[in-house]
């Protein structure tokens, strides 16, 4: 196994991972601010966001774009900076870089290159969120930001239907609503939520009850600032089915046995087990 100490004396520089804060900016740490203050170069997602951020507290360090658009190039440059023994911060807009926001790429390009990597603990608006939500702590499942399209909302969902612990996902103003509608649809109108909005801020909220009073909160309400969505777990997991340990011959002629035509049996398993449709038809045939 790979050991690398962040501690340990190297030629090589550190790629120092800053949190940056939510929306108060009273929440930045003594120890971000002097890591900071001290690196050769600070990689931030979007430059003008961070400059006012340093601006703020007076630092004057160098900045480079690093974002989802970019780093297919410049994450190679950042690694040959870190090689030639350059210590560089890396920070997102708001938060932990890498937890819905860039930086894992340059994270494992440095892990893999043995270049010493140092986290530093601050804000993070998933758990903040969820110790203030009022549902179960312990265990829970960061989800992120779901896909856009609705379809792929509803499997991704229909994926964490069962789940029993805390589930917790971040939303955009403008897609709330349909989320909201879609985690309705999966989940059961019933399912407690908490939406957790514009964390650390002035106009900071939480509203809780369930989903059905969610969405017609959404869907009457003018629908402003970032979003925490929290929902809790499902206490009645549907039943798991009983594996199927049948050949695919017996599943064939159960297929059969409730209808359906041969042909047809054979592409339903096919499906299922995921079988070429050809070889499964030959083989039940006797063909092969």
């Known amino acids: 196994m790979q050991q690398v100490s962040s501690f340990a004396p190297t030629e090589m520089g550190t790629l120092y991972l800053v949190p940056t804060p939510i929306g108060n900016l009273g929440d930045m740490t003594m120890r971000a601010l002097e890591v900071l203050k001290t690196v050769d170069l600070i990689a931030a997602e979007d430059t003008r966001h961070t400059q006012q951020l340093l601006n703020h507290f007076g630092i004057k360090q160098k900045l480079v774009s690093l974002h989802e658009h970019n780093h297919e190039q410049r994450v190679p440059q950042l690694l040959a900076a870190l090689q030639a023994g350059q210590q560089i911060a890396q920070c997102s807009d708001a938060g932990m870089p890498s937890i819905s926001d860039p930086g894992k790429e340059l994270v494992a390009a440095a892990t893999k290159a043995g270049i010493p990597v140092v986290a530093l603990p601050g804000p993070n608006a998933a758990l903040t969120a969820l110790i203030a939500s009022g549902l179960v702590p312990q265990p829970f499942t960061f989800y992120g930001f779901l896909e856009r399209k609705h379809q792929q909302q509803v499997t991704a969902l229909t994926a964490l239907r069962d789940r029993p612990e805390t589930l917790i996902f971040y939303e955009a103003p403008h897609r709330l609503k349909k989320t909201l509608q879609t985690m309705a649809e999966v989940f059961g109108p019933q399912r407690r939520v908490v939406l957790a909005r514009e964390l650390t801020k002035r106009y900071e909220e939480y509203l809780r009850g369930n989903l059905g009073e969610a969405v017609a909160w959404a869907e009457s309400e003018p629908v402003r600032g970032e979003f925490v969505v929290l929902v809790a777990g499902n206490d009645h997991p549907t039943p798991t089915a009983a594996a199927d340990t049948s050949s695919p011959t017996e ?35 006797g063909l092969a």
């Open 251 to 285: 599943a064939i002629d159960a297929a059969i046995a409730t209808g359906l035509s041969p042909n047809a049996a054979i592409k339903q398993v096919a499906k299922q087990r995921g079988l070429n449709r050809q070889a499964l038809y030959k083989a039940y045939h």
